[in-house]
Each structure stands twice: as structure tokens, then as C-alpha cells.
């Protein structure tokens, strides 16, 4: 497990490659700004494919003073495919969003004949770093899947654990989250969080311990589940929440951040390699932070 991004930094730069990431239309000032700062701390290399005159603009504005390797593309669409194409090449190990749609990027990703699927569901991964819980908390997918079905939660919950896995962890926890913790054929989540621990209990999901039906306070609080009698290994101890449908997980990930001053680091998981798709208004060390958890899991 990791406490902190701290600890996940620092398993970035203990890595004997280090990860090259294509940041998609790099003509993207605050995009630009974190793969410069992830390069000078040592966890990524870079090449800004994009339109190379604005890029060399903003270089200089930004005091970049080093060699960069520019892939020269001004037009946004083009420049998500020649990106992709990098990653196929083996030049790129994961790709990162600037200044271009995210449908723009993901049209070039999920090309059948040049993009980069794998038959596999794609589902957001966001690592929350909150000062109230004693490690990482991994919150899915509130950035893709808008209302997922019970096989795309199984999928959404294969594609988190795998991620956990790929950074060091040996079983995660995973909680199925609802209102409740009693299965109840009028709530839909009830139902499929039982049935997802069923399926985990079977063997069809592997590596890591699936609770649910589970509420927010007894994965998180464990003196809860004690006053309500609930046993569970997840409860107080939960690595990873499934949220219902993309509405829940977008609430859930900006109260952690803006009311429980939480840090947050996300990617798209399900395709060949890691995608950070950071909104434009996400901060710099989101940013950042997900350069680190990309650089880690490609």
C-alpha cells in the first residue's frame, strides 16, 4: 500500500527506465508547465507533439532552456494520431492531454485499425490523497462510463486493481458503494455490489477482496462498522470505491479535493497504455501528480 503521493514519487524515480510521455497539442501553457516539472524532478522524459512554433513560444516564456524533442503537427486531430502512432512505435510510453478535446484525443485511441485499444473497457482511475485516511484512496469511475452496467463495473473494477497492482500493492480492497449495506431489489448498486462480491468470491474477479453493497462511512470509518455491527476486511480499510454511475464519482472526487483538501492524481486505464485527460482547470499538481501515477503504472 502507499500512504501519500510522496511515496509514489519517489517509486517513480526509483524506476531504472524512465517513462516517456506525448503530450498531445503540447501548445497548452499550464499541459507544458507539468511535463517540464515532471522532467526536472527525474520521472519523465518528453516529446511535445503540437504545432512547433507556439510550442517554441512557450518554451522560452517558460525559461525552458534544455534540448526538447518536438513532433511538429499543428492541427489538433492529427497530432492526437501522431501521438498514438509514437506509442505504437514503442518512442511513447503514455500519452498526456493539452490543447485539444478530450474527444479529440480519444477518437485517435480507440481507432480501430490505428489507435490503441485492446477489446477492454476504458475507465477513469482517480488516487486520492486525503489528510483524514491513513492511505491512498482510489475512487471509479467518475470520468467515463456514465452509468456502467454490471459487467463494466466488473471490468472498472479489474482495470483499478490492476493499476494498484502495478504499483506494489498485493491485494486491494475494494468497496462496492451504496446508500445501504443491505441488498434491496429497488436499488440497483445493492444489487450489483452483492453480486460483484459473489463474483469475486467465485474467482471470475481476482487478486483483491470485493465488499458491497457498502456505504461511503463504513469503508472509510471503521468505528462505524464496529457501532453497526458490520464485518468486513474492507470496512475502515478500503483501498478502492465503486461509485454507481460518473455523476457520484465526479462528487465524490471534487468534495475530496476542494472540501476535504484532498490531492488527486487520475487516468484513463483499459487501453494499451495509461491516458491523463486533466481538465484544462485541473491544477498544476494534478497535473503533475498524474504524470507521476502514469509514469509509474505504463
Known amino acids: ?145 456514465m452509468y456502467p452496467t454490471l459487467d463494466q463495473k466488473k471490468e472498472i473494477i479489474n482495470n483499478a486493481v490492476e493499476t494498484l497492482l502495478k504499483l506494489g500493492y498485493e491485494r486491494p480492497k475494494v468497496g462496492v458503494l451504496a446508500a445501504v449495506e443491505k441488498v434491496n431489489p429497488k436499488m440497483p448498486e445493492t444489487v450489483d455490489g452483492d453480486k460483484l462480491k459473489e463474483m469475486n468470491i467465485n474467482g471470475e474477479i481476482k487478486n483483491c477482496i470485493v465488499e458491497g453493497p457498502i456505504s461511503y462511512d463504513l469503508a472509510i470509518y471503521e468505528e462505524a462498522a464496529k457501532i453497526k455491527g458490520y464485518e468486513s476486511q474492507v470496512a475502515g480499510d478500503v483501498d478502492v470505491l465503486v461509485v454507481p454511475d460518473i455523476t457520484t464519482g465526479n462528487v465524490l472526487g471534487k468534495a475530496l479535493i476542494y472540501s476535504a483538501k484532498g490531492k488527486m492524481a487520475g487516468i484513463v486505464v483499459g487501453a494499451k497504455v495509461p491516458i491523463i485527460l486533466t481538465s484544462r482547470g485541473s491544477s498544476a499538481e494534478e497535473k503533475f501528480l498524474s504524470l507521476a501515477l502514469a509514469a509509474a503504472t505504463s
Open 1 to 145: 500500500m502507499l500512504r501519500n503521493f510522496d511515496e509514489m514519487v519517489e517509486k517513480v524515480k526509483g524506476l531504472l527506465a524512465k517513462r516517456t510521455v506525448a503530450l498531445v497539442a503540447a501548445e497548452d501553457r499550464h499541459a507544458l508547465e507539468a511535463v517540464l516539472h515532471a522532467e526536472k524532478e527525474g520521472i519523465v522524459k518528453a516529446i511535445l507533439v503540437g504545432d512547433e512554433g507556439k510550442i517554441r513560444e512557450l518554451l522560452k516564456d517558460l525559461n525552458a532552456t534544455g534540448e526538447y524533442e518536438i513532433a511538429n503537427e499543428p492541427d489538433s486531430s492529427k497530432a492526437a494520431y501522431k501521438a498514438v502512432e509514437l506509442v505504437r512505435e514503442n518512442k511513447a510510453d503514455f500519452l498526456m492531454k493539452g490543447k485539444i478535446d478530450t474527444a479529440g484525443i480519444l477518437k485517435a485511441v480507440v481507432d480501430k485499425e490505428r489507435g490503441l485499444g485492446q477489446g477492454r473497457l476504458m475507465s477513469h482511475v482517480a488516487i486520492v490523497e486525503v489528510p483524514t485516511y491513513h492511505k491512498l484512496l482510489v475512487a471509479t469511475d467518475g470520468g467515463m462510463v
